[in-house]
């Protein structure tokens, strides 16, 4: 069974850091084809940060300086380090597998930040 689940999600104050997980069964992990993405509330799903597919990474314009992906391919795993969350970044984060026969996504997590 294919799957893709996410961790880490809570409510924290602003300025606070937050470690998302997100774990890939083996048969779609591919680690330059992972990626964070999240949804606020009335709003369209976005990217947050994502490997190329020439093994660099890719961040929002929003996160940049503040968040950090990462991962571990012998888990399966990737990782989104989030520092210094503010308000804006409140929202179901989800994580993406994104492979020429599809595309996976978890069920979110979600991160709720207070000022």
């Known amino acids: 069974q294919v799957q893709v689940v996410e961790s880490g999600g809570g409510v924290v104050q602003a300025g606070e850091s937050l470690r998302l997980s997100c774990v890939a069964s083996?048969?779609?992990?591919?680690?330059?084809?992972m990626g964070w993405y999240r949804q606020a509330p009335g709003k369209p799903r976005e990217l947050v940060a994502r490997?190329?597919?020439?093994?660099?990474?890719d961040y929002a314009d929003s996160v940049k300086g503040r968040f950090t992906i990462s991962g571990d391919s012998a888990k399966n795993t990737v990782y989104l380090q989030m520092n210094s969350l503010n308000p804006e970044d409140t929202a179901l984060y989800y994580c993406?597998?994104?492979?020429?026969?599809?595309?996976?996504w978890g069920q979110g997590t979600h991160v709720t930040v207070s000022s």
């Open positions: 490997f190329t597919s020439d093994g660099g990474t």
């Open positions: 993406n597998a994104d492979r020429s026969w599809g595309s996976y």
């Open positions: 083996e048969i779609i992990f591919s680690i330059n084809n």
